[in-house]
């Protein structure tokens, strides 16, 4: 089925880094827009990146820039987000999400099932 | 970007209407047709349920329906359900990337 799998999770120290993965299937990665998406435990959704269908452009929120990158490999129909000088507070479901346009519409009509990063020492 | 405001919690009996604000400022809501609503069940990813202020996904039920004004947009369930209670999430283009609100929670009586 369409559908989208992270991974990539775990239980890290803060100051380390870390690379989550959104592998695709059955439908055209390379057609769409994709972002990813948190959530602290008990807490909101937060933006945190996106990315254009070709991986040419992509735009990180400010709350995280410098030090969270978002690329993709579309012959492998994959999302990444590395993220690095983790912090107590990037403590978080992690969910990459499709955008339903190439460049982005900015919404997001399908989403993966989410993986957990925990910050701790 | 600030958040979206939404409010913590709202209630409603099974048949009954309710509606769920979320507001926002002229750079967010008011400056763009891209509000969407997101369902979200506990421990499960959220669901698309309105895209560009009105249009419902294929599938979501009618039930579910988006409006605007000014910089406060609104999600009407008419008909409540027993299924529908859930957490809900608006979110927009604000320029600079996306904003979310706080989400609300739906409990049906």
């Known amino acids: 089925q369409v559908q989208l799998v992270e991974s990539g999770g775990g239980l890290v120290q803060p100051g380390t880094s870390l690379r989550l993965s959104c592998e695709a299937s059955?439908?055209?990665?390379?057609?769409?827009?994709m972002h990813w998406v948190r959530q602290a435990p008990g807490k909101g959704l937060e933006w945190l990146a996106i990315?254009?269908?070709?991986?040419?452009?992509?735009y990180i929120a400010e709350s995280v820039q410098g030090r969270f990158t978002v690329s993709r490999d579309n012959s492998k129909n994959t999302l990444y987000l590395q993220m690095n000088s983790l912090r107590l507070d990037d403590t978080a479901v992690y969910y990459c999400?499709?955008?339903?346009?190439?460049?982005?519409?900015?919404?997001?009509?399908?989403w993966g099932r989410g993986t957990l990063v925990t910050v701790s020492s | 970007q600030s958040a979206l405001t939404q409010a913590a919690s709202v209630s409603g009996s099974p048949g009954q209407s309710i509606t769920i604000s979320c507001t926002g400022t002229?750079?967010?809501?008011?400056?763009?047709?891209?509000v969407s609503w997101y369902q979200q069940y506990p421990g499960k990813a959220p669901k698309l349920i309105i895209y560009?202020?009105?249009k419902r996904p294929s599938g979501v039920s009618r039930r579910f329906s988006g409006s605007k004004s000014g910089n406060t947009a609104s999600l009407t369930i008419s008909g409540l359900q027993a299924e529908d209670e859930a957490d809900y999430y608006c979110?927009?283009?604000?320029?600079?990337?996306?904003?979310f609100g706080g989400g609300t929670t739906l409990t049906v009586l």
């Open positions: 999400a499709r955008d339903p346009h190439s460049g982005g519409w900015w919404y997001f009509d399908l």
């Open positions: 059955l439908f055209t990665f390379s057609d769409h827009a």
């Open positions: 990315i254009s269908y070709d991986g040419r452009n992509s």
């Open positions: 002229n750079t967010d809501v008011g400056g763009y047709a891209l």
């Open positions: 560009e202020v009105t």
């Open positions: 979110s927009t283009y604000a320029g600079t990337g996306v904003v």
